[in-house]
């Protein structure tokens, strides 16, 4: 996992206003990519849950506190695929196990492969995808202001998996395709 270019981005409807939007950095964990057999693919990622940035300090330092994330006794957030399905071409739903204050439940990731290749700058094989997902934070045990601060949210990942060319060989067929580190939240 390279840990500079995977986000995790997550948006919540605000008083019903406007949609409020977050990201959590540091990630990192493994991706095990089997092009030739997609479903034995494996994801496993740890995301720093004292990382939560918004455009806002005292909405981070409350995002950290008890009443939300509770970072101190919940120091990560985690996401362990146990099964992954081609829905087509470049696209697959990604089911799997995430751990949110202190809470474990099943999730679907939709991930869309972006593309793959030899990065001109690092010389690394790289994997680049997005994935979303939306969850009910009550069903995590963080229900602080639900409905004013709604209970869906919107999870988007970007993941980049980056490693030496000479470990992974050709593995996938597509080629890289320029992208900023920009990532478009998909709205309801």
Known sequence: ?????????????????????????????ALDLDPKNPSASKLDIRIPAASV???NAELNRELKGEEWFDTAKYPNISFKATKVTMTGPG???VVGD??????TKPIV???????????PLNKHYTVD??????????????STLVPLVRDDVDIIRRVIRASELA??????????????NAVLILRR
Not at 12 to 25: I, K, M, Q, R
Not at 109 to 119: R, S
Not at 129 to 142: H, L, P
Not at 172 to 179: E, I, L, S
Request: proline share 2%.
């Open 1 to 29: 996992m390279e840990p500079l270019h995977t986000r995790v981005l997550f948006g919540v409807s605000h008083f019903g206003f406007t949609t409020y939007y977050g990201e959590f950095s540091g990630v990192s964990g």
């Open 53 to 55: 940035s918004t455009t």
């Open 91 to 93: 696209k697959a739903d």
């Open 98 to 103: 995430l751990t949110l204050h202190g809470t």
């Open 109 to 119: 990731l939709h991930a869309v492969f972006h593309g793959a290749g030899v990065n």
């Open 129 to 142: 995808f997005d994935a979303s997902a939306k969850i009910k934070r009550t069903e995590f045990g963080v």
């Open 167 to 180: 470990a992974l060989g050709n593995v996938a067929r597509k080629p890289a395709t320029r992208r900023s």
